[in-house]
């Protein structure tokens, strides 16, 4: 038993020693800001429907880390605008042919959505950090046909718009937090 509890001292002590520490993501945020607001992100898109997407992923990153304040409780704003969004097919099969004969035509295998959401944490009026976050998604065509389904590849669009929301905002508070 002793030499078990020896081992846990030693990993113990090594832990202390590499930099980790047990502290909340928001104790990082600048100018002694505690809780942030998030209002609605405006759409500068033509597509409806994402200022609630990224406000919903930036809130759900705010509340993670402790920082989501309730109405009027707040030190601070974030401010966003989804500035893009875009989809587009990124990798198109080659044709097979066997001898002379084509067997299967080029296919699309894939698409990519992309996205770019500035934001903006003011406190009192005043701007304390400010970034623009920007990153893509793949996503699947869909199986029903060579071009896949119409419904199966915007739910799969739609899909990747989630995962990439998240990302970007868990990317833009740590951005903001860090104010870099």
Partial sequence: MSRLSAVGWVFLLSGLGCGYRFTSRSAG???GVHSVCAPVFRNDTSEPGLELLFTQAFRQELGRTGALGGTGACDASVEGVVVSVSSAP???TEPVYQGNT??????????RASAAVLLRLSKDGQVLSETT???NEDFLPGTASASGD???VEANRQAA????AETLMREGF???ASNW
């Fill in 29 to 31: 945020l600048p100018e």
């Fill in 90 to 92: 990124t990798i198109v």
């Fill in 102 to 111: 084509l067997v299967a035509g080029s296919q699309l295998a894939s698409y």
């Fill in 133 to 135: 976050v920007s990153g």
């Fill in 150 to 152: 119409v419904l199966e």
């Fill in 161 to 164: 718009l989630h995962r990439l």
């Fill in 174 to 176: 740590d951005r903001l």
